[in-house]
């Protein structure tokens, strides 16, 4: 009987010290094991043809997309052979896991997403800068400088993303050049009881929207970072808290809720779809993506130019999307050949056109997809827009920016206080 | 299996079946045990065959995840793994030491998806792991060379060709005027005008070479890529270079990377990159490179979030709001569903059953939909809330920072006392009617009986569920994050960080949101601070119920 007791705790303990082992195992393999795991196979004294790592190509990309790249990928396919695996992710936890797995060379070798991104890219050494040649004039000009990060071009664009003013046509007839107008065809619509709301702008209740109001912003002469010598954005030259950011501030509180509330604060971007598709207001500051859904309803609209606040152009931000290539695939060239060369023909942009609706950056499939008249009234207004910053100091701006409008809307404190913290706060943060 | 050795048998066992299992074995005494109850025996045929089939599997996955790690040259992780599943089947075939062998699962899992991942966490605390400090030196060394890569300014675009002749490659270029030129890393340029032609005029083959075709560049092409060839003994004309195979350009680096000096130099203002031992190249004024790598960085993460000043004041204030939000929804909820719970358990109660699901629903629904149902419920004008029972008020809810951390709680009792009513009913059908009855004959009015005997002895089945759900409540992100995001904001701090933040989404934010960044040092840190601060509570309160036992 002893013999099992003794001999059964002894196992126990051995269990426990094999376990102990292994954890401390693991935890040095945690500490150095990026450069173990990831160590390119270099050794190739000779041209040895069937080298691994040759067979396909891995592709990051979101469900709506991911049809419209079959047919470019199976092009890919017969002509070298190499599969383009197109792996479905979740869009909103792409860019923090591409982030995350590049360094332990479980990433992909590509990845699909807007070009905002670029910066968070390069600031955590994930991405490869990309060549496009001469094939960059068959770009629209503002795609190819979204693109541009410090001087180098970090993706291959294929759509351009930006927002205009929806007007339905049956409320107000006219197209209105400044906010004033709009704001005022909006009220008498009111007045006549045609509508319940001058104008709809959707805000998030915890971070307000400083995208859907930029162009507010920037046709009063707000922007909110410089450009360097090479004609990136200079984090080092924050402007938003400028004299012209001051006076949007002030206006912002006039339009808000304390004032002649043409911005709600309580519209949510859901709410702000609603009462527009319900005929309620004559105008809608919204995307592309929300077209669909008035075309489905019936409602007759015209896609106006934004609105100046101040005398200036209303410039939006434009959002271009495109593919990035990995700086750790283990399939590069193969990879560059893929996106150089076949992402970029009119095909390719055609398809990603058909399955997205967003208008193309390459020139001549946007020119066909021109034929729609929504598609050119959105892509001649993103021609006059300015490239979101992707420089990753931009982060620190969103949530003070949107926090800051949101009080300023609701009509908490001075407005023009309130702007000038907000800058200094977001210089602390860049500046540490 | 080799015959059981009865070597080890005691004679006192005087059973035909060798090995007793362990757990008689382990028991004292238990060979006086009758033998007329023969345990079901471990290496009985079915059992054999149930062993060898099952160790099969898993050794069958074990082969195929030491080869993957084999071909992913995973070391230290193909050592380890070898190491397990060594042990698994030294468990598992050998004969006796039947504890281990119930342990080794257990203790397994307990060591991949407790203990490895706790002290994981807990090594990045200790680390500057983030946004910009994302991988290990190397990899932030070879990302900087990467990007450094610029092409010259209006060069022309070569066309591409590779070529190989023994062991080396050769990329075969011609240049926009039709020029053939051949070269390689070791090779300068030289002109080949023997180079033969395609009908686009791209020089694609030389005599004594062998062209390569798509295939077999993409089979090499980690050496082909690897290829630079000087554009002419001046360094400042750049390198020419091919990503795709086809098509070469002229790039010249921005930054230069010694490594005998550990320095980034810029090849244009000769400006130096240090290393500057926070995990970045810098220079002289603090200038970093944009890609930085993981380092140890010791308590720093820990001192940090005490001291830093946009961190440190709404900290306290957080902490304050979690203890308050914790501890104020655990009673709210108990003190409800307890009410509801007698209310409920009366005889003479009709349509009980009915009333007990009502009651339930609030907890079926998933917590964090719920929190969005109420966010829009609560919004100040369009809200169900403002709307239709307060007529059209606008009283704002959640954008309030008091009537915020109200509505916060009300959501949260709501969406919690139907499990207090659960537990509270079942311990309360638990109880012994007799002592009801019984100190109703002393003459007890109903409340004295709760006071005095029911809650006494409902306490000490429900105290541990309270402590639990006090630890719940404490790291309660589904509610906070969703009703209000944390928000409204302080105005006092320059994060993004509210009132009705609890530690934990704080934490959040920290590691996942937007703002400065992400950086898992800090949020790993404060994580661990949480624990401390849970586990200590958790410590003294389970202490503190044992007293309570002593009513029994």
């Not at chain 1, 290539?325 to 996106?339: G, P, W």
């Not at chain 2, 791209?202 to 050496?223: H, R």
């Not at chain 2, 926070?278 to 944009?290: H, P, Q, Y």
């Not at chain 2, 403002?386 to 009283?395: R, S």
């Amino acid at each position: 009987m002893k013999v099992h007791n003794t001999l059964a705790t002894q196992t126990t303990r051995r269990v426990f010290a094999a376990g102990a082992i292994s954890v401390a195992a693991a935890l040095a393999l945690t500490a150095c094991g990026g450069s173990a795991s990831t160590a390119p196979s270099s050794d190739a004294t000779k041209p040895d043809l069937k080298a691994a790592g040759a067979g396909a190509i891995t592709m990051w990309v979101d469900a709506e997309r991911s049809p419209a790249l079959k047919d470019i990928t199976e092009k890919f396919k017969s002509d070298t052979g190499i599969e383009v695996k197109l792996v479905v992710k979740d869009f909103a936890a792409v860019r923090d896991d591409f982030i995350t797995q590049v360094p332990t060379g479980q990433g992909p070798d590509l990845i699909v997403g807007p070009h905002d991104w670029i910066g968070k890219f390069v600031q955590n050494g994930v991405i490869a800068p990309v060549e496009l040649g001469d094939k960059a004039a068959q770009f629209q000009d503002s795609s190819i400088k979204a693109m541009t990060y410090n001087g180098a071009v970090y993706g291959v664009p294929y759509a351009i993303e930006n927002i205009a003013l929806l007007r339905n046509t049956s409320i107000v007839d006219s197209k209105a050049a400044t906010l004033d107008e709009v704001v005022a065809n909006g009220k008498k619509a009111v007045a006549d009881g045609k509508a319940a709301f001058p104008f709809l702008v959707g805000m998030d209740p915890k971070q307000g929207d400083p995208y859907h109001l930029y162009p507010l912003q920037s046709s009063m002469g707000s922007q909110v970072f410089g450009k360097g010598a090479d004609g990136g954005y200079d984090a080092k030259q924050l402007l938003i808290g400028d004299a012209a950011g001051v006076e949007f501030a002030k206006k912002l509180a006039a339009w808000g809720d304390a004032g002649e509330k043409i911005i709600n604060s309580n519209i949510t971007g859901d709410i702000a779809k609603e009462k527009f598709l319900a005929g309620e207001s004559p105008y809608f500051l919204t995307g592309p993506w929300n077209v669909p859904d008035v075309q489905k309803k019936g409602i007759k609209f015209a896609v106006d130019e934004l609105p100046t606040a101040g005398g200036e152009p209303a410039q939006p931000f434009i959002g271009v999307n495109g593919f990035f290539i990995s700086a750790k695939s283990a399939n590069a060239l193969a990879t560059n050949e893929f996106v150089t060369n076949y992402l970029t023909s009119e095909s390719a942009q055609d398809s990603m056109y058909a399955a997205g609706g967003r208008p193309p950056a390459l020139k001549a499939s946007f020119e066909k997809a021109a034929s729609d008249p929504v598609v050119e009234a959105f892509g001649k207004i993103g021609a006059t827009g300015i490239p979101m910053p992707a420089i990753p100091e931009m982060s620190a701006v969103w949530a003070d920016w949107g926090a800051t409008e949101l009080a300023i809307i609701k009509g908490q404190g001075d407005p023009a206080e309130a702007w000038t913290k907000m800058a200094d706060s977001i210089k602390s943060k860049i500046g540490g | 299996m080799p015959k059981p050795d009865l070597r080890e048998l005691p004679a006192t066992q005087g059973q035909p079946t060798p090995e007793q299992p362990v757990s008689s074995g382990a028991r004292p005494g238990s060979g006086a045990r009758p033998a007329a109850k023969p345990a079901r025996h471990p290496d009985s045929l079915k059992g054999t065959i149930l062993k060898v089939v099952l160790l099969g599997l898993v050794d069958a996955f074990a082969v195929y995840v030491l080869m993957m790690l084999f071909l992913s040259q995973s070391w230290a992780a193909l050592a380890v793994s070898s190491l397990v599943v060594l042990a698994i089947n030294w468990i598992y075939l050998r004969k006796g030491g039947l504890p281990a062998k119930y342990l080794a699962p257990g203790v397994l899992f307990l060591l991949v998806f407790q203990v490895l991942v706790v002290v994981f966490s807990g090594y990045i605390a200790f680390t500057n792991y983030g946004d910009g400090h994302n991988s290990t030196k190397d990899d932030a060394i070879s990302a900087i060379q990467l990007t450094a890569q610029k092409r010259v300014p209006d060069s022309p675009a070569y066309k591409a060709s590779v070529l190989t002749k023994g062991n080396g490659f050769y990329l075969l270029f011609t240049d926009p005027s039709g020029k053939a030129q051949l070269g390689s890393s070791e090779d300068p340029l030289t002109e080949v005008p023997e180079a033969g032609k395609d009908s686009t005029g791209k020089a694609n083959s030389l005599p004594g070479y062998e062209t390569l075709k798509f295939q077999e560049i993409v089979a090499n092409q980690q050496d082909i890529l690897k290829i630079t060839v000087p554009v002419s003994d001046d360094p400042a004309d750049g390198t020419l270079r091919t990503a795709d195979g086809s098509t070469a350009y002229q790039f010249k680096p921005a930054l230069n990377y010694d490594a005998a000096t550990d320095t980034f130099t810029d090849t244009e203002t000769g400006t130096e990159y240090r290393d500057n031992g926070k995990g970045a190249f810098a220079d002289a004024n603090g200038e970093t490179l944009a890609t930085g790598w993981k380092i140890d960085v010791g308590m720093d993460n820990f001192a940090r979030a005490f001291t830093d000043p946009s961190l440190r004041g709404p900290l306290l204030g957080v902490i304050l709001w979690t203890f308050t939000f914790s501890i104020a929804s655990v009673a709210l909820t108990f003190v409800m569903g307890l009410f509801l719970a007698i209310t409920f358990n009366r005889e003479d109660l009709r349509g009980k059953k009915a009333y007990r699901i009502l009651m339930i629903l609030p907890y079926a629904f998933p917590a964090f939909l719920s929190g969005l149902v109420w966010s829009g419920i609560l919004n100040p004008e369009f809200g169900w809330l403002n709307q239709t029972l307060l007529g059209g008020a606008n009283i704002g809810w959640l954008t309030d920072p008091v009537l915020a951390k109200i509505s916060v709680l009300v959501v949260n009792v709501w969406l919690g006392f139907p499990y207090m009513f659960l537990v509270c009913t079942g311990a309360l059908q638990s109880l012994p009617s007799e002592i009801d009855e019984a100190a109703r004959m002393d003459g007890a009015s109903a409340w004295r009986v709760f006071r005095s005997i029911k809650l006494p002895l409902l306490l000490v089945s429900v105290a541990p569920l309270l402590i639990s759900s006090f630890a719940f409540n404490f790291n309660n992100f589904n509610v906070i994050y969703m009703l209000t995001g944390g928000g409204p904001r302080f105005a006092d701090t320059d994060r993004d960080i509210g009132s009705t933040d609890i530690l934990i989404t704080l934490v959040y934010k920290v590691a996942f949101g937007q703002g400065t960044g992400r950086d898992y040092g800090l949020a790993s840190a404060l994580a661990i601070i949480i624990f401390i601060i849970v586990a200590t509570i958790s410590a003294i309160s389970f202490k503190q119920t044992k007293a309570l036992e002593d009513v029994n």
